[in-house]
């Protein structure tokens, strides 16, 4: 069932990076599945490591758990909004900030989402990287981050969770989503609004270019395992994320 499920996205013209993380040992590549296949988006695998993924012995998954542990990956481009969905083993959330899928430099039109240590959901798309943050002077540039109340706590640790955080400026809103159901709506406010988003040079697990050194503001990766991530260059309906995550999680 899951295969069947792997092969429609594959297919969904909305989609730019389909990555599942199932890889031969020795080939640092993940594979971008998008079909008709396009390399240029194919992953490369820096430290992070080949481990069971939510059914052992079927599917595997990557682990992050080291600070150098991340995929690099490069998608050109200009899209209209943004959906990222996953699959995610949280170990613990032992940094300030935990990355799922980060733009390297965060300039404008770049998104990150991450996890902050509270358990909460955090997605953001710069705005204008030439203008200051008010009341963030240190800030990359000027941009709002949505979060969404605490979805995490230790007690849940090693279990795997379906996570999806939906980017639409066209109805000016910004969702999250655990298990297939909304936990967060925000709306974009004017000043916040952009339309013509990208992504480039990016890494999944980890920060590339952190324009701060400090160790609780760089050292972003995951203490956990992803095995499957998918980004649309549309905004998903709720009903469709919880069918994603229904059919994402056939025979669990």
Not at 205 to 213: A, D, E, V
Not at 238 to 245: G, K, N, Q, S, V
Request: charged fraction near 25%; hydrophobic fraction near 35%; charge should be negative.
């Amino acid at each position: 069932q899951w295969q069947k499920h792997r092969e429609r996205l594959s297919w969904d013209k909305r989609i730019i990076a389909y990555y599942v993380f199932d890889r031969n040992p020795g080939n640092t590549l993940i594979p971008n599945l998008t079909v008709p296949r396009n390399p240029e988006f194919d992953g490369s695998i820096v430290m992070a490591e080949p481990v069971d993924g939510r059914w052992p012995g079927f599917k595997s998954a990557l682990e992050f758990h080291r600070p150098g542990s991340r995929v690099r990956v490069n998608i050109p481009g200009e899209f209209p909004a943004f959906t990222f969905a996953c699959w995610v083993r949280i170990d613990s959330l032992d940094r300030q900030y935990n990355a799922l899928f980060m733009g390297d430099g965060y300039e404008t039109g770049e998104p990150h989402w991450q996890i902050r240590n509270d358990g909460s959901m955090m997605l953001s798309v710069m705005v204008d990287d030439t203008k200051p943050n008010p009341g963030a002077p240190n800030d990359a540039g000027f941009h709002r981050v949505y979060y969404s109340p605490p979805m995490w706590d230790l007690s849940m640790s090693g279990q795997w969770l379906h996570l999806a955080s939906v980017f639409d400026p066209t109805g000016r809103t910004v969702s999250h989503y655990v298990n297939g159901r909304e936990i967060s709506s925000q709306e974009i406010e004017d000043r916040f609004l952009i339309q013509t988003l990208r992504i480039g040079n990016a890494e999944i697990g980890n920060w590339g270019l952190p324009f701060r050194q400090d160790p609780w503001f760089a050292i972003r990766n995951l203490n956990g395992r992803m095995d499957e991530l998918a980004i649309f260059r549309a905004a998903l309906s709720p009903e469709e994320i919880a069918d994603l995550f229904e059919t994402s999680r056939a025979g669990r």
